[in-house]
């Protein structure tokens, strides 16, 4: 799947994941308030090329293509005020990055990642369960191989005495 195909593929992602499913209110208060950020978003008062999303129903994207105008730490900071102010407005903790998200029969299911050996080894995961790996930081990453099979994951390394690919 070709996500926000009117950016460069090199361009900058943040990917949010929330602790709890989104409702229907949670989307339209994210994608309003995140379209009002993303439009006057700057950095060193430059405007930049940006947008959100939420993919999946459940993980906010924030986007900047940097071959427009780079990104400064100034700007970086401002994106993460913007999820941590609606975090904190929808009781929703979007930085804990020990809760693991994969896909069970179409559906998101999150675990803790101390639980990874205990889900493979009961096969409640396998090694061709597709995980979210939340820390890649390109679009073209995020296109190519955002779900992954735990298999090929840092994570399948990290639980590998029970991956059996």
């Known amino acids: 799947m070709q996500h926000f195909p009117d950016f460069h593929p090199q361009s900058r992602v943040w990917i ?7 409702a229907d209110t949670d989307n339209n208060y994210i994608l ?3 379209a009002a950020f993303v439009k006057d978003w700057t950095a060193h ?3 930049l090329k940006a947008a959100i999303d939420i993919l ?3 993980f906010v994207i924030i986007i900047v293509d940097e071959t427009m105008n780079d990104v400064s730490g100034c700007g970086i900071d401002k994106s993460v005020h913007f999820m941590q102010e609606t975090g904190a407005t929808l009781g929703i903790d ?6 693991i998200a994969y896909l069970k029969n179409e559906t998101i299911q999150i675990t803790r990642q101390s639980e990874l050996k205990k889900l493979l080894a009961e096969g409640e995961m396998r090694p061709d369960t597709p995980v979210f790996i939340n820390s890649i930081q390109a679009l073209a990453e995020l296109n190519q191989h955002w779900p992954m099979p735990i298999g090929e994951s ?3 390394r990290v639980s590998n005495s029970h991956l059996h690919i």
Request: no cysteine; hydrophobic share 30%; charged share 20%.
């Open 154 to 156: 840092y994570l399948g």
């Open 32 to 34: 309003e308030t995140g």
């Open 16 to 22: 949010y994941q929330p602790n709890r499913p989104l």
């Open 56 to 58: 999946y129903g459940f």
């Open 45 to 47: 008062n430059l405007k």
């Open 94 to 99: 979007f930085f804990d990055r020990l809760n």
